[in-house]
């Protein structure tokens, strides 16, 4: 069985710096292999946290979708869990080039822990296990950020990180479920996130079985992602769900 767990929805500096949502990022798992997406701030304390318990020392990888602190905060911790503290070489970590270089996120002396390092690329594909993904295209973000579509088998989720709306964003996104980062209610063009309006657009270019909104910035959260996600729903004559903080997809 492969599944897909929420140690976070925070989107936006102050939901994460007020904890409003939790913002671990997103725990991975199929066959023997469990990968970590987006560790921000408080992603161990997550996953020990969570009913059951994941355990960041049965990780056998770490994955960035791109180097801002609500995405990378315990990316550092999460490298040293999964490797024993760097007593057990294993796992793969998996970043942008610039996680690394000229301003890291990632210590450099943790970068050797791991079996394998990483740099993404887009259009590349990645194998760990059982969990294949691809690193469909960089997105519009200050720092360099990729979209995602992950397989399990014959399952395929797709998922769009942060990034501001340009033509063709929806290209190549192609799993029958669809995560979505939706910072905030109305577009702003000096910020490079996504809004509902235009995340609405998205979905409904794609047209996924089932699209999961997450990664809320505060006002959205005041107005109340499940109903704007019914509401999202009912326009597009498709599933819509607003994810909430320990949400788990079973594959």
């Known amino acids: 069985m492969a599944f897909i767990k929420f140690l976070g929805t925070a989107g936006a500096r102050f939901v994460m710096i007020e904890q409003l949502r939790a913002s671990g990022g997103l725990w991975i798992s199929s066959g023997d292999q469990a990968l970590i997406l987006d560790p921000g701030p408080g992603s161990l304390v997550r996953a020990i946290e969570s009913v059951p318990r994941l355990d960041p020392a049965a990780l056998t990888g770490v994955l960035l979708s791109h180097k801002h602190l609500d995405h990378s905060g315990d990316v550092n911790v999460m490298i040293e869990a999964m490797t024993s ?11 942008p080039a610039d996680a690394f270089d000229p301003d890291p996120v990632i210590l450099h002396y943790l970068a050797g822990f791991p079996e394998r390092v990483e740099h993404l690329k887009a259009g590349a594909t990645y194998q760990l296990g059982d969990i294949e993904f691809t690193a469909v295209k960089r997105l519009n ?20 990180s942060d990034t501001g709306y340009f033509e063709g964003i929806e290209d190549g996104f192609t799993g029958r479920t669809l995560i979505i980062n939706v910072v905030m209610i109305e577009p702003r063009s000096e910020i490079r996130h996504l809004s509902l309006p ?33 509401e999202m729903s009912d326009r597009l004559k498709l599933e819509v769900q607003a994810a909430v903080d320990g949400l788990l997809l079973q594959f």
């Open 198 to 230: 235009e995340a609405e657009m998205i979905i409904g270019r794609i047209r996924p079985e089932r699209a999961i909104l997450t990664h809320f910035g505060r006002n959205i959260l005041t107005r109340g992602p499940e109903q704007l996600a019914r």
């Open 141 to 160: 973000h200050p720092v360099e950020t990729y979209g995602f579509n992950f397989r399990f088998g014959n399952e395929t989720v797709s998922l769009i």
């Open 85 to 95: 503290g760097g007593f057990k070489k294993k796992g793969a970590l998996f970043a």
